[in-house]
Every structure is written in structure tokens, then in C-alpha cells.
């Protein structure tokens, strides 16, 4: 089993900056590769980013050249660093764990706004 803990999220004007994190516990040793989804109210939940154990990462197109994610394997800890946030990305975010299994974190809320 894989736990995952989010944090970071809050309240941000537009333009701003947030930065998630996410520390695995567990059966981290199984995993292989880390994502950020996010659901909006209304819609269905969608994959932001993804990096794997070698360190390739994928974004999707809405938010190329604003977030990056990135990996502490020291801390099993994985970042989503969020920029020129815009008020379209206001979501729960959640971190998701794909190993021997799928797992998910219990979601932060980012909302931007003015």
C-alpha cells in the first residue's frame, strides 16, 4: 500500500504562483511513476502532469510553460509548481501514485481568483 499526503493548496489571485507537494509513505519502493489530476466542479477529473522514476515528465497543453513538476526522491515527495495561475485552473488537485496498484491523495483545493 501507498499513502499520499497533498499540501500547498489555497487561495491565489490570477497571475500568481502556488506550489503543491505530495509525500508518499508506504510501499514507495513499487512505484514507477507520479501524476497531478485536477477536477473542476462540473467536470471530469483530468491528468496536469506526470513524472516518471527516470525523471521524464508530461504536461497537458493547458498548462505547458506555466507548471512543472518535479521529485525529492530523498523526501518521496513530488512538487507541482504552479505559475501565471489563471482562474480556470481553480480545482481540487489530487496526486496519484501508479505502482503495483493506483493510488490517490485525499485533494487540495487551489482557487484563483480576484
Known amino acids: 500500500q501507498v499513502q499520499l499526503a497533498e499540501s500547498g493548496g489555497g487561495l491565489v489571485q490570477p497571475g500568481g504562483s502556488l506550489r503543491l507537494s505530495c509525500a508518499a509513505s508506504?510501499?514507495?519502493?513499487?512505484?514507477?511513476?507520479m501524476a497531478w489530476h485536477r477536477q473542476a466542479p462540473g467536470n471530469s477529473r483530468e491528468g496536469v502532469a506526470t513524472?516518471?522514476?527516470?525523471?521524464?515528465?508530461n504536461y497537458v497543453d493547458s498548462v505547458k510553460g506555466r507548471f512543472t513538476i518535479s521529485r525529492d526522491n530523498a523526501k518521496n515527495t513530488v512538487y507541482l509548481q504552479m505559475n501565471s495561475l489563471k482562474p480556470e485552473d481553480t480545482a481540487v488537485y489530487y496526486c496519484?501514485?501508479?505502482?503495483?496498484?493506483?493510488?490517490w491523495g485525499q485533494g487540495t483545493q487551489v482557487t484563483v481568483s480576484s
Open positions: 513524472i516518471t522514476n527516470g525523471g521524464t515528465t
Open positions: 508506504g510501499s514507495i519502493f513499487s512505484i514507477y511513476a
Open positions: 496519484y501514485a501508479l505502482g503495483k496498484g493506483a493510488y
